[in-house]
């Protein structure tokens, strides 16, 4: 899933695929005070590092937006930590052979926050609200897929009918972004969602209090919850009161928010402040590998020189990565092998292990068999005099400090073998209109999901940018296309595995993209918070939190 | 007709001039503001929907419909200058919602920060000018180079430096939020200190060119002593200047307020402009730009309308 901007900072997510837009917080304040942020009494106060561009998980594109409101918004499923299914909302499901009917046995007894019983009715109205184009879902409606309509069965059942099979779809309804609204806000407030705060009511542990846009959002416990799924770590009310999330985009605010106790937590501390941070007032830090997609180069397949295979070898034969990695995340994070991290569920292992070497004799041999041998005043390598020059868009805002420095890494080690790789800086539409156009030759970003379907948005011929996907390579590759297929098509998740794990080690073989180092979440807590986990995605769960 | 004209106080005249002249100045920004974000290499709609998987083609064409950004630009244009003739902001392209909501929460921030950032930096620019004016040459070098230093330092980096020491060090002020004074605190002086050097310098400068001149002559051979002539009569003459910057002044605030805002994780306008601008929401843009520039044609006409109530010579009829 798309992380943005600060989220960006850290070097996770990093990244760019042009990012979009800031994400301003939509968003009205209560008119009442927003409680002050006192410590004590069953409060945890949060620092997040991003701000959503919209309270509304149907709605919105920041990954953010599913973190904070997982206490709020349920889905039919929950996804366990090993990327398993299991039952929430729904107690059961079962799915026809074709893979098109989706028919889920509904949990009785569960009610939204505003009193209105959860029903298969429910259910249509969400999915209906997801897809219909007043929504100009940015994320949800992918999700869904090729979502045909809900029909509801009876008030415990409810199906789902797709246009083709997508097996991806029960891991993708244990998401966030199709978490449910209660249907009298969709009914009476569908214009307000995004502004969050009390517009959004769902089955939840705890009720969206206010919000006050570029400041704080303030959650309050639901007494009466009693449905948490079997992955969460107890059951009933939830530990925490209440949560204050404190919207601290800038490092260095969040870091210092902690240390001065302003914050119990606070999340994606940069990696160059852990080990100044851990046993610090007895500053714990809990961690998880991000899944998805690590920070990665893609090198444009579409022309030339990156056409050859030759090429983009020889590219990835002459940068260190490890050694860049070490210096700059003082051995924080550990260099990718591969196109999906391995905490991702459906990583190939192989991959987790070196698959190429770095060896600059490799690299120019392959530049000098391509004709690149001449060399010009700058020592650049030329052919028929004409220098080897490739260029990489990339948005200022939305790449954290860390990956530019990344990137000039990389410019210089290349550099060493004589190409000229030059890093252009755009404002975000104008990468995308870069991109979308193949105007490029290099571009980089990072993408968290626990899906291995990640590598259809990512690799398929019909996923270009500006064509619902994120292809960085411009891979037309009908051999990855059968498989990705074929993968969507297979409801036996062994054989789902298979064929994604050769995908995956296509990518490698043909070195369309090169990987370049896996990020954690790290969250920072004071030891009177407990209890805190990262879920699946790496996602901080606040349903199993206590603070003394 | 004449005689009704004649009834109107040559203050309003002048006021509604002023106005006028005003109304051009911010239908200029906007028209300016308008073309400048079309102009601005890729597209809005890319801007609006942001990168990757999201921009599906069906998802641009319904965003372009919505928003009518397939009419031609002039017809746009138009839309926008009617809308906000009508006295109607319109909605964020980008946060689907009504901008006077979005803007509804921020504004009271942004002002309670300007007004406190402004009285700060007047106090300290005068207590600064008035002790350093005329001294020897030692004082007056330390001063100059103390505020050649706060002008130079950009807000953000001060406020940092201010969060550091005052928060997160010593714990004596909150680093976040907006609310109540003391979460004020470290943000205003953010913003005050920069101006504080830059307003300091100019009266000093009023200050000592004062020294010599007629009316100080005259005050001290009534009698006065150096120090009453200083806060009756040349202080006085000094602060003139200075309501003559009140544009620059403006325009430093609200510039600064984009920064200290995302520092110290207050709500304010200056922060919804920057991410505004970041994802081209014209709507929320032109709103911004609208009720700034209106503020400065205002505040300046305040000035104007002011300077005679300071300065006797100016008025109609008063000594020349």
Redesign the interface.
Same mark, same amino acid.
Request: hydrophobic content about 35%; glycine content about 16%; charged content about 15%.
């Given at each position: 899933m798309?992380t943005?901007r600060r989220f960006l900072r850290l070097p996770v997510a990093a990244t760019?695929?042009?990012?979009?837009?800031?994400?301003?917080?939509?968003?009205?304040?209560d008119s009442s005070?927003?409680p002050?942020?006192k410590s004590g009494g069953g409060t945890l106060r949060y620092g997040a590092a991003v701000e959503p561009?919209?309270w509304d998980p149907h709605?919105a594109?920041t990954a953010v937006t599913g973190r904070l409101l997982r206490p709020v918004l349920e889905s039919l499923v929950a996804v366990a930590p090993d990327g398993t299914v299991k039952p929430w909302l729904a107690e059961s499901w079962t799915v026809t052979p074709d893979g098109l009917t989706y028919t889920f046995t509904l949990r009785s007894g569960v009610t939204f926050s505003d009193g209105t019983p959860f029903d298969a009715a429910a259910v249509k109205a969400n999915f209906d609200h997801v897809t219909a184009?007043k929504t100009?879902?940015?994320?949800a409606?992918?999700l869904l897929g090729p979502y045909r309509d809900t029909e509801v069965v009876d008030p415990r059942t409810v199906a789902v009918h797709l246009t083709a099979p997508h097996a991806s779809f029960l891991n993708a309804a244990g998401s966030t972004f199709l978490g449910f609204h209660s249907p009298a806000a969709l009914r009476d407030h569908a214009?307000?969602l995004?502004?969050g705060g009390r517009f959004v009511v769902g089955t939840g542990p705890f009720t969206f209090e206010s919000v006050?846009?570029?400041?704080?959002a303030v959650f309050k416990r639901r007494p009466d919850y009693a449905w948490a799924p079997p992955t969460a770590a107890h059951q009933g009310q939830a530990k925490l009161e209440s949560i204050v999330v404190?919207?601290?985009?800038?490092d260095?605010?969040r870091v210092?928010?902690l240390?001065?106790?302003?914050v119990d937590a606070a999340e994606l501390i940069p990696a160059n402040r852990l080990a100044g941070l851990r046993g610090q007032n007895g500053v714990q830090v809990v961690r998880k590998a991000v899944p998805g997609v690590p920070y990665t180069y893609y090198l444009n397949t579409a022309r030339a020189p990156f056409d050859d295979l030759r090429a983009r070898q020889a590219v990835r034969h002459a940068v260190d990565f490890a050694g860049i990695v070490k210096g700059i995340f003082q051995g924080e994070y550990q260099q990718a092998w591969g196109p999906l991290a391995p905490s991702t569920p459906g990583a190939d292992e192989l991959l987790a292990k070196p698959a190429w070497e770095y060896s600059r004799e490799k690299a120019e041999r392959l530049l000098d068999e391509l004709g690149w041998t001449g060399r010009d005043a700058d020592g650049y390598r030329t052919k028929d005099g004409k220098r080897f020059t490739v260029e990489q868009p990339y948005v200022q805002?939305f790449v954290s400090a860390q990956n530019h420095t990344f990137d000039v890494g990389v410019q210089d080690a290349l550099k060493q073998v004589g190409i000229e790789l030059k890093l252009v800086p755009?404002?975000?539409?104008?990468?995308?209109?870069r991109?979308?156009k193949g105007d490029y030759d290099v571009f980089a970003?990072a993408?968290q999901g626990s899906d291995p379907s990640l590598l259809e948005?990512l690799y398929h011929s019909t996923?270009q940018?500006?064509?619902?996907?994120?292809n960085g390579a411009r891979v037309h590759d009908a051999q990855i296309d059968t498989w990705l297929d074929q993968a969507e098509a297979t409801v036996d998740a062994g054989q789902r595995t298979e064929l994604y794990r050769k995908v995956q080690r296509r990518i490698v073989e043909q070195a369309y993209s090169f990987p370049a180092y896996i990020a954690t979440m790290d969250v920072a807590l004071h030891p009177k918070v407990s209890g805190l986990a990262l879920d699946v995605d790496a996602n901080t769960d606040f349903y199993g939190i206590g603070v003394a | 007709m004449a005689d009704r004209v004649r009834q109107v106080p040559p203050w309003a005249r002048f006021a509604a001039r002023r106005l006028a002249a005003g109304l051009v100045v911010v239908w200029g920004t906007l028209t300016v503001t308008f073309f400048a974000l079309h102009l &601005?290499?890729?597209?809005?709609v890319?801007?609006?929907?942001?990168?990757? &998987?999201?921009?599906?083609?069906a998802?641009?064409d319904?965003?372009i419909a919505?928003n009518g950004l397939d009419d031609p630009l002039l017809v746009q244009y138009g839309r926008q200058l009617a809308r906000l003739a009508g006295g109607g902001l319109g909605w964020?392209y980008?946060?689907?919602?009504p901008i006077e909501?979005?803007l509804?929460?921020?504004l009271g921030p942004t002002v309670e920060l300007a007004l406190a950032a402004l009285v700060t930096a007047l106090v300290l620019a005068v207590l600064a000018a008035v002790l350093t004016a005329g001294r020897g040459r030692a004082v007056r070098g330390a001063a100059g180079v103390v505020e050649l230093l706060m002008v130079s330092m950009p807000s953000f980096w001060l406020g940092?430096i201010l969060?550091?020491v005052f928060?997160?060090?010593l714990?004596a002020l909150?680093?976040?939020?907006?609310?109540?004074p003391a979460a004020l605190v470290l943000p205003a002086l953010a913003l005050a200190l920069p101006l504080a050097g830059v307003l300091a310098q100019v009266i000093r400068q009023e200050l000592e060119s004062a020294d010599g001149r007629p009316f100080v002559l005259t005050a001290r051979s009534r009698g006065l002593g150096a120090t009453a002539v200083l806060l009756r009569h040349t202080l006085r003459h000094a602060l003139l200047p200075l309501t003559t910057l009140a544009g620059f002044v403006l325009g430093s605030l609200f510039g600064g307020a984009v920064l200290v805002?995302?520092?110290?994780?207050?709500?304010?306008l200056g922060?919804?402009l &920057?991410?505004?601008v970041?994802?081209?929401?014209l709507p929320?843009v032109s709103a911004l730009v609208v009720i700034s520039s209106a503020a400065f044609v205002l505040i300046n006409t305040a000035v104007d309308l002011l300077h005679p109530l300071i300065d006797p010579r100016l008025r109609e009829g008063g000594p020349a």
């Open positions: 798309y943005r760019a695929v042009g990012l979009l837009s800031t994400a301003v917080l939509a968003g009205c304040s005070a927003p002050s942020a561009d919209s709605a594109s184009a100009a879902s940015k994320r409606a992918g214009g307000d995004s502004s006050t846009p570029g400041q704080q404190l919207l601290l985009k800038e260095a605010s210092g928010a240390t001065s106790g302003q805002t755009l404002d975000s539409a104008g990468s995308i209109g991109t979308g970003f993408w948005s996923k940018f500006g064509g619902g996907g994120a | &601005a290499p890729g597209d809005i890319d801007g609006l929907i942001g990168p990757g &998987a999201a921009a599906t083609p998802l641009r319904q965003v919505e964020s980008q946060l689907n919602e909501r979005l509804g929460s921020q940092i969060l550091t928060s997160y060090q714990h909150p680093s976040i939020g907006a609310d109540g805002e995302n520092i110290f994780t207050r709500p304010g922060r919804v &920057a991410n505004a970041g994802s081209r929401d929320v």
